[in-house]
């Protein structure tokens, strides 16, 4: 296929009913959720699967198939598409997320929908790892009736991103996603890797799961005929045939974690007729620069073979024998068993796996091929959640694609205006943002001081305002440009730190003095630009400051004097209360104990009395009598 080489499409003809929901069945991981791409508003199917609208996802805009009638359901005639002027990249961003394995199942279809006769050309990522690579033209089946594609990815924090970026100016375009939940532990490689499918077969039967039957797959695989990946039988003779079994009943050890394969897997398998000697040879599609998973799938369903030793084959992948299998030596008849492979070093673009008899014919209930996607690079945390807060504090537009990882996939372009810098430790920092002229009329986040690495800033020519943020003082930052801005308040005490070496900070409202640590760029052979700001004072080409005056209004001694002076002040008042308070309490008459009162009372008396008997004598003494006290 090569307009894809890069993955394996399944393709559908939109003839088939979809299965009802992974959610619906008793399963430990009841998370799914089925979006349906360009939709105006929720739909429910024949099968009561809910599908939701994408508008609360992601932006772009929206359209139709050409001809609506080939396609049986509403959410495979519905299209999402990203013209360049949304921006090279935009996501599908889906939220409240638990931690863990999760499936992803797209649709995407051409159909002409734009008239252009013209099928895109676009990278398709999850997590930040490229996934698939569509490449025009498209086969032409695929273009009219569209692919379904799936991977198994992990989900580390709570959403999961799925983002198209554009190749030339192509318009990438997707019809429906769905997102479901699975056992952690699932066709595990390690913690990181992707797996995208890239061919799915059960022997014996016809394609079934998800677009095919109502066969049930908790997963929601889509399983094609083998007859599509078999590319020959060889043997002795040249009239050896492929022969379909199927189990005459149920076969054990199926539908069991962490993968849950189906019963239906199990029950058909296809072998080989002839006299002795015949194999089976599949032919896969791969890239020849991953490496793939290969996960076979047996079971002795035919009644004949009741003892070990019946029916022994060899695996042998690219011409290397990896493994001599005994079913009924190692499970019994009528029952499930696995085997997986992990294939490295490949040198073409197609994997060769034959089954070769060593006694019988060999058999084959189904087999699996994953790329194994190793994890690409992925921007530091703390420096997503600072671009985050950026984007939300510049009020960044949408044609700009600010969605997803800023840094990631390595192999696309960063945000636009966004230069990002790999380090030792395998992880992606932003060293520069150059949003010069763009409209913006926000402010700056104090979540920029999360940039430890940003070595460059220019916002200038904007309606930015608000106060400069102390987060702008990191020490990692060489050029600033701020100029032409509606910027307010003094400059960050830490911007002196900073080793800058170009400073344009003018048109601008700042105040306040200027450090005489950054007016020493331009002594340093740096250049700074303060020139607009008509409350900065101290510069060589700046008023002076008044006194007491510094860079953030009053200077320290300023602060001091004015401290000095609260101080004596409040000591002052606090002397006139003491005082004030001494008089009050010298004023109260304190009572006297009982005695005391008792005494003084009789004290009173004899002194009212003594002075009634003066007044008597001087009126006797007025009128000339003396009287005698003391005769008998």
């Known amino acids: 296929m090569t307009p894809f080489p890069f993955f394996f499409i399944i393709v559908f003809f939109c003839l088939f009913p979809f299965l009802p929901s992974s959610s619906s069945l008793h399963y430990p991981y009841n998370y799914s959720l089925h979006i349906d791409c360009g939709g105006l508003s929720n739909s429910t199917d024949i099968f009561n699967t809910t599908w939701v609208s994408d508008r609360y996802y992601t932006g772009g805009a929206i359209s139709v198939v050409s001809e609506p009638l080939h396609f049986q359901h509403s959410q495979e005639k519905t299209l999402r598409y990203f013209p360049i002027s949304s921006g090279k990249k935009n996501c599908y961003v889906i939220p409240n997320l638990s931690p863990g394995r999760y499936q992803l199942r797209t649709f995407t279809v051409y159909d002409n929908y734009d008239g252009k006769s013209h099928s895109p050309s676009f990278d398709v990522s999850v997590e930040g790892n490229v996934v698939f690579q569509w490449r025009s033209p498209w086969h032409e089946t695929i273009s009219r009736a569209g692919a379904y594609s799936d991977l198994f990815f992990t989900v580390s924090d709570d959403e999961a991103n799925v983002c198209f ?39 014996g039967s016809d394609q079934w799961g998800p677009g095919f039957s109502n066969d049930t797959d908790r997963f929601g695989r889509s399983w094609q005929s083998d007859a599509d990946f078999r590319s020959k039988v060889a043997g002795k003779t040249t009239g050896a045939t492929v022969k379909a079994i199927s189990a005459i009943k149920n076969v054990i050890n199926v539908d069991r974690a ?53 029916r022994v084959f060899e695996i042998v992948v690219n011409g290397e024998n990896v493994s001599r299998v005994d079913i009924y030596k190692e499970v019994g008849s009528f029952a499930a068993y696995d085997f997986k492979y992990v294939v490295k070093n490949l040198s073409s673009a197609e994997l060769s796996v034959r089954f070769v008899p060593v006694v019988g014919a060999p058999v084959i209930c189904g ?33 700009m694609g600010w969605t997803g990882d800023p840094c990631a996939p390595t192999t696309w372009d960063a945000w636009e205006g ?34 430890s690495n940003l070595v460059s ?18 020490k990692s930052l060489v050029k600033l440009d701020l100029s032409n801005n509606k910027f307010t308040g003094p400059l960050p005490d830490n911007l002196a730190s900073s080793p800058l070496q170009i400073v344009f900070l003018n048109g601008n409202a700042l105040e306040g003095q200027v450090p005489e640590e950054l007016l020493s760029i331009g002594v340093h052979g740096g250049a700074i630009d303060l020139s607009g700001n008509k409350g900065l004072c101290g510069g060589p080409t700046l008023p002076d400051c008044p006194l007491f005056w510094s860079k953030n209004g009053l200077s320290t001694a300023g602060k001091v004097a004015i401290g000095l002076s609260c101080l004596v002040f409040i000591c002052v008042v606090l002397l006139v209360a003491y005082i004030c308070y001494k008089r009050r309490q010298n004023d109260y008459d304190f009572g006297l104990p009982h005695e005391m ?18 007044l008597e004598m001087e009126s006797q003494h007025a009128k000339g009598f003396i009287p005698t006290y003391n005769a008998t």
């Open 457 to 474: 800033l220019n916002l200038s020519s904007n309606s930015l305002g608000g106060s400069l943020p102390w987060g702008l003082g990191q």
């Open 367 to 399: 087999l699996e091929n994953y790329a194994i996607i190793p994890a690409d690079l992925k921007t530091l945390p703390a420096q997503v959640v600072a671009m985050k807060a950026l984007k939300e504090s510049l009020k960044v537009p949408d044609r």
């Open 258 to 310: 962490p993968n849950y394969f189906p019963l239906k897997l199990y029950q058909s398998a296809v072998t080989v007729i002839g006299e002795g000697g015949e194999f089976l040879e599949y032919q896969l599609p791969v890239d020849a620069k991953l490496d793939y998973l290969l996960w076979f799938h047996f079971a002795e369903i035919d009644v004949s073979v009741n003892k070990a030793g019946k």
């Open 418 to 451: 966004v230069t990002c810098r790999s380090t030792t430790n395998g992880s992606l920092v932003i060293s520069q943002i150059d949003l010069g002229s763009q409209g913006l009329k926000g402010y700056i986040s104090d979540q920029i001081g999360l940039l």
């Open 597 to 614: 009162m008792s005494l003084a009372a009789k004290r009173n008396r004899y002194q009212r009395q003594k002075s009634l008997m003066t």
């Open 165 to 203: 970026y554009s190749i030339a100016t192509d318009s990438p375009v997707i019809a429906s996603l769905e997102i479901t939940q699975i056992d952690p532990a699932s066709y595990l490689v390690n913690d990181t890797s992707i797996l995208v499918n890239y061919g799915r077969f059960s022997s």
